[in-house]
């Protein structure tokens, strides 16, 4: 019903083949949940013949997400509303390098005064939803080695933002669900403006670099969470990266590295942000360097291409910006096979800095609206 393909009961028949008295005892469940409701479009003809049916649509009022983004240097979080409307939301500073203590201590707070703001209540909450800027082993909500959250490495950041928001909030812990931040981006980009779209990347240059898959609907994470870092494939260099390897792709091309490299031509710039405004205001040296980073990336993106042949890559984060995409496409379609880039869009976020937010929302949704879970909730309500 969420999806649409089936909005009365006798739909409900056909598609799922039980009976109207097993369809009935489902819905009457969900109706008592608060989960659905009486349609606004008044009833409808019938498919299975008879008398017109009334529609049905699922309640998206009935709960709200929370939902949060971190980057190295801010965070942004918001109340969400089922259907992926944005209700409040704060941005603000936190810095991941203070640790997970302290950063997920601060969410609960803006969480708790978030909800204050959306008029709702803190049992209205049905979930968490957490991106942040490493790889993550789905499985445990855990980041894992991540090159730039010094201190987070194993940590139960699910535990941890649960409590704080208890606390903060004065409610009953939620579940969190936790994953990489360029992996909610490319779920929440794909799903409200490339639903159609199969194989799907998005590229987060900020002060890292980052890549999210989506291949038929789903994020494609790999076997522990390590797919799309891309930041860290060597391109033959000797600069040093936060990981502490040498050559890799962040070290030389991410909104970090064009920023050391414009202050030490004396420009103040120390991160993708400080880049971002500089490209903004026109800078000529840092659209020379954006544009040749965008070329680095470019050149290892031919590789990505070639072998998920997607039909949108997306380039997203401080650096998406015009001279950094004209270097991108510059070496992409020089480099990549014409077969791979024949049916390729090459575009920006069209979500911008709530990509994230969108994505970590409808990653709680999913997973508390998945059949197995809609049981288990079902059964803990009991109705």
Same mark, same amino acid.
């Not at 579940?175 to 987060?204: H, I, W």
């Given at each position: 019903? !969420?999806?649409? &393909?089936?909005?009365? &009961?006798?739909?409900?028949?056909?598609?799922? #083949?039980?009976?109207?008295?097993?369809?009935?005892?489902?819905?009457?469940?969900?109706? !008592?949940? #608060?989960?659905?409701?009486?349609?606004?479009?008044? +009833?409808?003809?019938?498919?299975?013949?008879? &008398?017109?049916?009334?529609?049905?649509?699922?309640?998206?009022?009935?709960?709200?997400?929370?939902?949060?983004?971190?980057?190295?240097?801010?965070?942004?979080?918001?109340?969400?509303?089922?259907? $992926?409307?944005?209700?409040?939301?704060?941005?603000?500073?936190?810095?991941?390098?203070?640790?997970?203590?302290?950063?997920?201590?601060?969410?609960?707070?803006?969480?708790?005064? *978030?909800?204050?703001?959306?008029?709702?209540?803190?049992?209205?909450?049905? =979930?968490?939803?957490?991106?942040?800027? =490493?790889?993550?082993?789905?499985?445990?909500?855990?980041?894992?080695?991540? +090159?730039?959250?010094?201190?987070?490495?194993? @940590?139960?950041?699910?535990?941890?933002?649960?409590?704080? %928001?208890? !606390?903060?909030?004065?409610?009953? +812990?939620?579940?969190?669900?936790?994953?990489?931040?360029?992996?909610?981006?490319? @779920?929440?980009?794909?799903?409200?403006? %490339?639903?159609?779209?199969?194989? %799907?990347?998005?590229?987060?240059?900020?002060?890292?670099?980052?890549?999210?898959?989506?291949?038929?609907?789903?994020?494609?994470?790999?076997?522990?969470?390590?797919?799309?870092?891309?930041?860290?494939?060597?391109?033959?260099?000797?600069?040093?990266?936060?990981?502490?390897?040498? $050559?890799?792709?962040?070290?030389?091309?991410? #909104? =970090?590295?064009?920023?050391?490299?414009?202050?030490?031509?004396?420009?103040?710039?120390?991160?993708?942000?400080?880049?971002?405004?500089?490209?903004?205001? $026109?800078?000529?040296?840092? /659209?020379?360097?954006?544009?040749? /980073? =965008?070329?680095?990336?470019?050149?290892?993106?031919?590789?990505?291409?070639?072998? *998920?042949?997607?039909?949108?890559?997306?380039?997203?984060?401080?650096?998406?910006?015009?001279?950094?995409?004209?270097?991108?496409?510059?070496?992409? @379609?020089? &480099?990549?096979?014409?077969?791979?880039?024949?049916?390729?869009?090459?575009?920006?976020?069209?979500?911008?800095?709530?990509?994230?937010?969108?994505?970590?929302?409808?990653?709680?949704?999913?997973?508390?609206?998945? +059949?197995?879970?809609?049981?288990?909730?079902?059964?803990? *309500?009991?109705?």
């Amino acid at each position: 019903m !969420r999806s649409g &393909r089936a909005v009365t &009961r006798g739909a409900l028949q056909q598609a799922t #083949g039980l009976s109207r008295a097993t369809v009935g005892h489902r819905l009457d469940r969900l109706f !008592r949940a #608060g989960w659905l409701r009486e349609g606004a479009g008044g +009833p409808v003809g019938s498919p299975l013949g008879g &008398r017109p049916a009334v529609t049905l649509e699922f309640d998206d009022a009935h709960a709200v997400v929370l939902a949060a983004d971190l980057d190295t240097r801010h965070a942004r979080a918001a109340v969400v509303s089922l259907s $992926g409307g944005i209700l409040a939301e704060h941005s603000g500073t936190l810095l991941v390098e203070d640790g997970p203590d302290a950063v997920l201590g601060d969410l609960g707070h803006w969480f708790a005064a *978030l909800l204050e703001k959306a008029g709702r209540a803190p049992r209205q909450v049905c =979930g968490i939803g957490l991106a942040v800027p =490493g790889p993550v082993d789905s499985a445990t909500g855990r980041v894992v080695q991540p +090159p730039i959250m010094p201190g987070w490495d194993g @940590y139960d950041i699910r535990e941890r933002l649960a409590g704080a %928001f208890a !606390r903060a909030a004065g409610a009953a +812990p939620v579940p969190v669900l936790v994953d990489n931040d360029a992996n909610l981006m490319a @779920y929440g980009e794909q799903r409200t403006g %490339f639903a159609d779209c199969s194989a %799907f990347v998005l590229v987060k240059v900020s002060t890292g670099i980052g890549a999210g898959v989506v291949v038929d609907g789903s994020v494609y994470r790999g076997v522990d969470g390590g797919a799309g870092d891309i930041g860290h494939i060597r391109v033959g260099t000797d600069a040093r990266c936060r990981c502490g390897a040498q $050559g890799c792709l962040a070290a030389v091309a991410s #909104g =970090g590295a064009v920023a050391r490299r414009l202050a030490a031509t004396g420009v103040p710039a120390a991160s993708g942000s400080d880049v971002r405004d500089l490209l903004a205001a $026109g800078h000529p040296g840092a /659209a020379a360097l954006a544009r040749e /980073a =965008g070329r680095q990336v470019g050149d290892v993106l031919a590789t990505v291409v070639t072998l *998920l042949n997607p039909g949108v890559l997306m380039i997203a984060g401080d650096l998406a910006g015009t001279a950094f995409l004209t270097g991108v496409r510059e070496l992409l @379609y020089q &480099r990549a096979l014409p077969r791979s880039t024949a049916h390729l869009s090459i575009v920006t976020s069209r979500l911008g800095e709530r990509a994230g937010l969108v994505g970590a929302a409808a990653l709680v949704v999913e997973h508390l609206y998945a +059949p197995e879970s809609v049981e288990e909730r079902l059964v803990a *309500l009991g109705v």
